[in-house]
């Protein structure tokens, strides 16, 4: 079993930053790849970044070069740092973690955390 807890999201200004951040605890060593997601009201959930284990990064299109994802050493916490926020943006965010056990894929999420973007 795997734990995720978020929490960055908030109000923000056009043009402005947040910075998300997702604690993993539990089976943290079966864990291979770590992301977030979003859900904006009346849409699909979305990949937004992932990153694996061994540091490989991938972008959705629409947050590329603005949004960096990265984790810790222990890669047990997982960063969105998200700058030049759009109303677009807004979202409620959620962390997924992909956790490998005895051949069986697994997928944990968050609880989301609410980031709207808004003057």
């Known amino acids: 079993q795997v734990q995720l807890v978020e929490s960055g999201g908030g109000l923000v200004q056009p043009g402005g930053s947040l910075r998300l951040s997702c604690a993993a605890s539990?089976?943290?060593?079966?864990?291979?790849?770590m992301g977030w997601y979003r859900q904006a009201p009346g849409k699909q959930r979305e990949l937004v970044a992932g990153?694996?284990?061994?540091?490989?990064?991938n972008y959705a299109d629409s947050v590329k070069g603005r949004f960096t994802i990265s984790r810790t050493n222990a890669k047990n916490t997982v960063y969105l740092q998200m700058n030049s926020l759009k109303p677009d943006d807004t979202a409620v965010y959620y962390c997924?973690?992909?956790?490998?056990?005895?051949?069986?894929?697994?997928?944990?999420w968050g609880k989301g955390t609410l980031v709207t973007v808004s003057s």
């Open positions: 997924n973690a992909e956790s490998a056990v005895a051949g069986m894929v697994i997928d944990y």
């Open positions: 539990g089976s943290i060593f079966s864990i291979n790849a």
């Open positions: 990153i694996t284990s061994g540091g490989r990064t």
